[in-house]
C-alpha cells in the first residue's frame, strides 16, 4: 500500500475539504443533480478518509486503488464495532467511484440518496472522532 507522510496539523485540511464536499452533495442532491452529488459524495468520504489517517498515523493514502485506504483505516485503534460499521459506508462509495465518475449510465435519485447517506454517516463519524481524539 502505498502512503504519503503528511504534518498531522494538516488533517484539518482534508476535514475542510470534506465539508465542502458535503455541503456541495447536499446542494447538488437538492437540485436534482445527482450525478455530481454521488461524485461530491465519494469525495466527501475520500477527504475524511484522509483527514482520519493524517489524524491518527501522519500519513494518508497515495496509491492508484483507493479501496486499499480501508486497510489503513482498520489499522486505526478504535472501537471495531463502530469501525467496521463506519467502513462499509466507505466502502460502498468507493465501490461505485468509477461507475459514477466514468461509466455511461446516470444516477438516479435512489443511488444518489444511497450515496448521499452513505457519505453523510462516514463524514459525521468521522468529525465526532476528530473532536474525541
Do not use: P
Not at 44 to 71: N, P, Q, W, Y
Amino acid at each position: 500500500m502505498s502512503t504519503r507522510t503528511v504534518t498531522k496539523e494538516l488533517y484539518m485540511n482534508y476535514l475542510k475539504k470534506a465539508e465542502e464536499c458535503f455541503s456541495a452533495m447536499n446542494d447538488e442532491f437538492a437540485k436534482g443533480n445527482y450525478n455530481s452529488c454521488v461524485i461530491a459524495a465519494i469525495h466527501c468520504a475520500i477527504s475524511s478518509a484522509d483527514a482520519l489517517t493524517v489524524f491518527f498515523k501522519g500519513v494518508r493514502h497515495s496509491g492508484e486503488r483507493h479501496e486499499d485506504v480501508i486497510r489503513l483505516i482498520l489499522s486505526l485503534e478504535l472501537d471495531k464495532s463502530e469501525l467496521n460499521r463506519n467502513i462499509m459506508h466507505l466502502s460502498n462509495l468507493l465501490s461505485i467511484k468509477n461507475k459514477a465518475e466514468y461509466e455511461e449510465k446516470l444516477t438516479t435519485q435512489n443511488g444518489a440518496f444511497s450515496a448521499l447517506t452513505n457519505a453523510e454517516r462516514f463524514f459525521k463519524w468521522v468529525k465526532g472522532i476528530m473532536k474525541r481524539g
